[in-house]
């Protein structure tokens, strides 16, 4: 047993085994002090400070370059600190609570716009802040959505796709336990079968997919791809973020 000097707020109070092979750090690759701040702010478990950053980061990169650039580097850091020790649980619902919170409070459109964009997470798919950054990019680009969230049983979500007619439905997979392609071929012979099936997340087995579903492999192809797909006027994402930067 050993104390972790890198922490100095917690010495004396948490003892701490290094077999793991890795103390209370989370490695963030080549991302920036934004990231790395984040994810201390995590690790200490302090909320508010987490909050902070992320509100901080959503205003001055906009909610794609927050994603990419802060977000994501720190959630992957996280999961891979999970699986090295299979520890730091509650720094994951911490952290995916402060995520959820901060992406949520992100301007939609005015609720007078009927959403044609529906995002929901696959069966059992407990993983869903892709989505909200989803909801939340697309709202930035004037977009409206609608984010049903986790765990929609595929029944639930026939149901919702008959009632609100979509052109776009995205689902996420995370986990290749819940990323059954028989979802999307329910949906599709539904009837109902939106002009946009896009199955995002490493959950889809790609090779398994029913003809018409379309890949999405990053958070800018889905905005780009549904901005285009509900409106062609609409004004080229990449190029609004360009201006959200440049303010
Ligand atoms: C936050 C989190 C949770 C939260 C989710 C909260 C929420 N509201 O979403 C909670 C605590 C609930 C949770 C639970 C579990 N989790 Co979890 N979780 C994560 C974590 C840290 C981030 C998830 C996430 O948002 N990923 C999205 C981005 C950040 O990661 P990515 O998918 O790898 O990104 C790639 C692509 O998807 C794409 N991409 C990224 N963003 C976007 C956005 C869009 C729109 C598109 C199209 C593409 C795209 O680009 C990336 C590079 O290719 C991941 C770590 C990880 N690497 O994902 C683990 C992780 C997914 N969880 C894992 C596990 C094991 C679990 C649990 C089973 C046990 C546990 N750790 O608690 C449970 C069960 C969940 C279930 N049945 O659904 C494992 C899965 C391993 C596997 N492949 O089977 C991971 C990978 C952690 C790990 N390394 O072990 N989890």
Redesign the pocket.
């Known amino acids: 047993m050993t104390i972790d000097t890198a922490w100095p707020e917690v010495t004396g109070r948490l003892r701490v085994t290094m077999r793991d092979g890795g103390g209370h750090t989370i490695r963030t690759g080549r991302a920036g002090p934004a990231a790395r701040g984040l994810a201390r702010a995590a690790m200490r478990l302090d909320g508010p400070a987490v909050r902070d950053l992320l509100e901080m980061t959503v205003v001055s990169r906009g909610v794609m370059g927050a ?1 990419d650039e802060v977000i ?1 580097p720190v ?2 850091g ?3 600190r ?2 090295a020790t299979r520890r730091f ?1 509650e720094v ?2 911490l952290i ?1 609570r402060c995520v ?1 919170e901060v992406l949520g409070s992100v301007p939609r459109p005015p609720s007078s716009r009927t959403p044609r964009v529906l995002l929901a997470a696959a069966d ?7 989505l909200e ?2 909801a939340a990019a697309l709202a930035e680009s004037g977009v409206p959505s609608r984010l049903l969230g ?1 765990r929609v049983p595929p029944q639930a979500l026939n149901d919702a796709v008959a009632r609100t007619g979509p052109i776009a439905v995205v689902l996420w997979s ?3 336990d ?1 990323g059954d392609p028989v979802q999307w071929v329910r949906l599709l012979s539904s009837g109902h079968a939106p002009l946009l099936a896009g199955a ?3 959950g889809w087995p790609a090779e398994r997919l029913p003809e018409g579903v379309v890949r ?4 800018r ?2 905005v780009h791809l549904l901005a285009m797909a509900v409106s062609p006027d609409t004004p080229d994402p990449a190029q609004a973020e360009e201006a959200h930067r440049r303010t």
């Open positions: 994603w994501m959630l992957i996280i999961g891979e999970y699986e649980i994951e619902h995916s959820t059992e798919e407990q993983h869903t802040l892709p950054a989803l986790a995370q986990l290749p819940t995002a997340g490493p999405l492999g990053s958070l192809e889905a």
